[in-house]
């Protein structure tokens, strides 16, 4: 698709289109200047980075969030940090079942053990 097509298609200006090229949070155009094309890889780009900026997270975060190789910690509580692997922001992968994962696996973690409402023994 042509610079037209994408930015109708991203609901978002040329000038955008180029600031998110400039910076780095889509790749440039295949072809060129004159015969730039844009396919899918460049509107998922965009989305992310929009998603990502609805979320509340400022380009520069944004960046780091996307230049990271060992993850992105984002607290969940004060005792509880979820490392996302960095090709997952990029993946258009459905955060629906990854969500409902995470919700099982820390039930499971947290669930209290027989001996919780146990008080300390006094004599021990």
Not at 51 to 73: C, H, Q, S, V, Y
């Amino acid at each position: 698709m042509n610079i037209r097509e994408l930015i109708a298609a991203a609901r978002i200006t040329e000038r955008q289109v180029r600031y998110l090229i400039s910076e780095g949070f889509m790749p440039p155009p295949e072809g060129g200047r004159a015969n730039a094309t844009y396919g899918e890889t460049h509107l998922a780009a965009i989305h992310r980075y929009n998603r990502l900026r609805d979320l509340g997270f400022p380009p520069a975060a944004i960046k780091l969030m996307l230049e990271a190789k060992e993850g992105i910690p984002f607290p969940v509580t004060a005792d509880v940090t979820l490392i996302i692997a960095p090709g997952l922001l990029n993946s258009g992968t459905d955060p629906d079942p990854i969500i409902s994962a995470v919700r099982s696996l820390l039930n499971e973690i947290l669930k209290e053990s027989p001996d919780a409402d146990r008080k300390p023994d006094a004599s021990a």
